[in-house]
């Protein structure tokens, strides 16, 4: 049998097909990311960390207005249902204290959840259920109801963009393709020899504005995933102004729209995270 060389092979059977119409077609890729016909932004892994910095240095504490519009279900395809709107009030000191206060849709000045978490704990007062839960911020999710699983630390880790922790390891990924142009720093930490992914931050390679952040198990599952857009200045701080927080294996997601933002004021003290025990109310304490 007579052999061909490689080269001649491919050739002869791409001329081959080429002589046939129906195998051939022509198609327009766009290109890399939206809007077309930008330039793409170039960012090193200490650019990306720098602006890390910038988005969360100068933030000690805050005092936040905000519409959070609440859904639950299978966030990655399946059925979703979505709630009321509701007003909510957030106060925010370094280094991990908030508090979260959810008013009724109709009657404003009406509470239906007051959280609040300092350091590894946390605590909820829920009015009509007369419940009133305490534990550990890494506790598993427990009720049906999926938005009783809501903690302060969902808020926490969505609205504080912190840089990298001075022990973990980072790298830079290019996530660019005709549907998004994007840089992704990951995050990641040593626990006991082994490599674990614990943040991811993307992003836009127009502006390089940050446009997500997402968290980790030690299985590599997302724990959150939060989108930030609309950015703009609050106090002279730039601030996204539209945050969509996602928890997956907790099964809700929230949009939350700022109404209004003060940064670094000085009333900001430790009385507003004394969350007491209302008298006669039931204890569930999550584990």
Same mark, same amino acid.
């Given at each position: 049998?007579?052999?061909?060389?490689?080269?001649?092979?491919?050739?002869?059977?791409?001329?081959?097909?080429?002589?046939?119409?129906?195998?051939?077609?022509?198609?327009?890729?766009?290109?890399?990311?939206?809007?077309?016909?930008?330039?793409?932004?170039?960012?090193?892994?200490?650019?990306?960390?720098?602006?890390?910095?910038?988005?969360?240095?100068?933030?000690?504490?805050?005092?936040?207005?905000?519409?959070?519009?609440?859904?639950?279900?299978?966030?990655?395809?399946?059925?979703?249902?979505?709630?009321?709107?509701?007003?909510?009030?957030?106060?925010?000191?370094?280094?991990?204290?908030?508090?979260?206060?959810?008013?009724?849709?109709?009657?404003?000045?009406?509470?239906?959840?007051?959280?609040?978490?300092?350091?590894?704990?946390?605590?909820?007062?829920?009015?009509?259920?007369?419940?009133?839960?305490?534990?550990?911020?890494?506790?598993?999710?427990?009720?049906?109801?999926?938005?009783?699983?809501?903690?302060?630390?969902?808020?926490?880790?969505?609205?504080?963009?912190?840089?990298?922790?001075?022990?973990?390891?980072?790298?830079?990924?290019?996530?660019?393709?005709?549907?998004?142009?994007?840089?992704?720093?990951?995050?990641?930490?040593?626990?006991?020899?082994?490599?674990?992914?614990?943040?991811? $931050?993307?992003?836009?390679?127009?502006?390089?504005?940050?446009?997500?952040?997402?968290?980790?198990?030690?299985?590599?599952?997302?724990?959150?995933?939060?989108?930030?857009?609309?950015?703009?200045?609050?106090?002279?701080?730039?601030?996204?102004?539209?945050? $969509?927080?996602?928890?997956?294996?907790?099964?809700?997601?929230?949009?939350?729209?700022?109404?209004?933002?003060?940064?670094?004021?000085?009333? $900001?003290?430790?009385?507003?995270?004394?969350?007491?025990?209302?008298?006669?109310?039931?204890?569930?304490?999550?584990?």
């Amino acid at each position: 049998m007579r052999r061909f060389p490689k080269i001649g092979v491919l050739a002869a059977l791409a001329s081959a097909l080429a002589m046939q119409a129906c195998f051939v077609r022509h198609r327009m890729v766009a290109p890399p990311g939206k809007p077309p016909n930008r330039e793409l932004l170039t960012a090193t892994r200490e650019d990306l960390i720098a602006r890390l910095h910038a988005a969360s240095d100068p933030i000690h504490s805050f005092g936040l207005r905000a519409d959070l519009s609440p859904s639950v279900g299978a966030l990655y395809g399946g059925e979703l249902t979505d709630y009321a709107t509701i007003r909510a009030s957030i106060v925010f000191r370094r280094p991990a204290d908030i508090r979260v206060v959810g008013l009724d849709p109709v009657v404003h000045s009406k509470t239906i959840f007051d959280m609040v978490s300092m350091g590894n704990s946390f605590k909820v007062y829920i009015p009509t259920k007369n419940a009133f839960y305490i534990g550990s911020n890494t506790a598993p999710p427990s009720s049906k109801n999926k938005l009783e699983n809501l903690r302060p630390t969902a808020f926490l880790t969505s609205l504080i963009l912190a840089p990298p922790a001075a022990s973990d390891r980072t790298m830079i990924g290019d996530n660019t393709d005709e549907t998004k142009a994007q840089y992704i720093l990951f995050m990641i930490r040593e626990n006991q020899g082994q490599l674990i992914l614990e943040r991811s $931050v993307y992003f836009d390679r127009y502006t390089l504005t940050i446009v997500m952040q997402k968290t980790f198990d030690e299985s590599g599952a997302v724990v959150s995933e939060t989108r930030y857009s609309d950015w703009k200045g609050f106090d002279g701080i730039p601030f996204p102004s539209t945050i $969509v927080i996602r928890r997956p294996k907790d099964g809700y997601e929230m949009t939350m729209t700022i109404v209004s933002l003060r940064f670094n004021q000085p009333d $900001v003290s430790a009385e507003q995270f004394v969350l007491e025990q209302p008298p006669g109310v039931k204890v569930v304490e999550i584990k």
